[in-house]
């Protein structure tokens, strides 16, 4: 006789059998209960941005820990860690220039960590690095980021190089995760230390967007406002929501295989 199915596992098992259509309007009620609940839960809604730096951090310190004790890179897209680095950087260089704040740290450590996962790729674990599956081309992402703050940045006070920069960052991290998607799909299996890593970055990413979208509720729109005119405040949460839908799909499939106790990550074929 078989043993009795968890509610959790009936609830996936039915959720995965669901047309596309309905998955998407499932993420969609599922993410607008969570963040009914984290406005309910939690006092300071900026907190939330400061935690989801910290959960980056702690997806990077994964990293650090697998290439560290495991002397390995292999499921790790040094395209992403380099566009992570380069959206970090110029990050920071605003908040030198335009806002010194408690980021600006977080920012500095996390620049950090990514660059010496950048440099122990390239270097030190240069042979178990998969460069025929990290076949994404960055300049897809960097170029069509770059004509867009040209074009779409913010209307503040400060100078235009900087807004441009800001509004640089804001798109090229949108998307920097990209490259790590294509390693996953190219390769179907991801080991448990990389999909730790990119969950992380899926919970950083929703923490993240929650953040303004709580913000701009508690301010009733004004936080848009002052960000400035014209499509830039549109665009800033625009490119948090695309931040977050980008690694529903993943996390879904991570939650799944965590709670059926695998500890290798298998995606089905039209996964990320």
Not at 24 to 33: D, H, K
Not at 91 to 97: A, D, E, G, P, W
Not at 143 to 166: G, K
Request: net charge positive; charged share 15%; aromatic share 12%.
């Amino acid at each position: 006789m078989k043993g009795k199915k968890s509610p959790i596992h009936v609830v996936t098992t039915w959720a995965r059998r669901q047309p596309p259509k309905v998955k998407a309007f499932l993420a969609v009620v599922t993410g607008m209960a969570v963040l009914v609940f984290l406005r309910m839960v939690v006092y300071d809604h900026d907190s939330l941005f400061v935690v989801a730096e910290a959960v980056h951090a702690i997806g990077i310190s994964v990293l650090i820990y697998k290439l560290t004790k495991e002397k390995t890179c292999a499921g790790i897209s040094l395209k992403s860690q380099e566009l992570t680095a380069m959206f970090l950087a110029v990050r920071l260089y605003c908040s030198f220039v335009m806002e010194y704040d408690i980021h600006t740290i977080l920012d500095s450590a996390t620049l950090a960590t990514t660059l010496w996962v950048i440099y122990m790729i390239r270097f030190n674990l240069k042979s178990s690095y998969m460069d025929d599956k990290d076949n994404f081309a960055i300049y897809h992402v960097v170029i069509p980021c770059a004509l867009l703050s040209f074009l779409i940045h913010p209307s503040t006070q400060h100078y235009l190089f900087n807004r441009i920069s800001w509004a640089f960052c804001v798109y090229l991290e949108a998307v920097s995760v990209l490259p790590q998607l294509r390693v996953m799909q190219n390769t179907k299996i991801v080991e448990p230390f990389t999909a730790h890593y990119v969950f992380a970055l899926g919970v950083a990413r929703f923490l993240s967007c929650a953040h303004w979208i709580l913000q701009v509720m508690d301010t009733r729109g004004h936080l848009l406002t002052a960000l400035g005119h014209g499509l830039w405040p549109c665009l800033v949460l625009l490119s948090e929501i695309v931040q977050t839908f980008i690694l529903a799909d993943f996390c879904y499939y991570y939650v799944k295989s965590l709670v059926g106790g695998q500890l290798v990550l298998r995606l089905p074929s039209g996964v990320v």
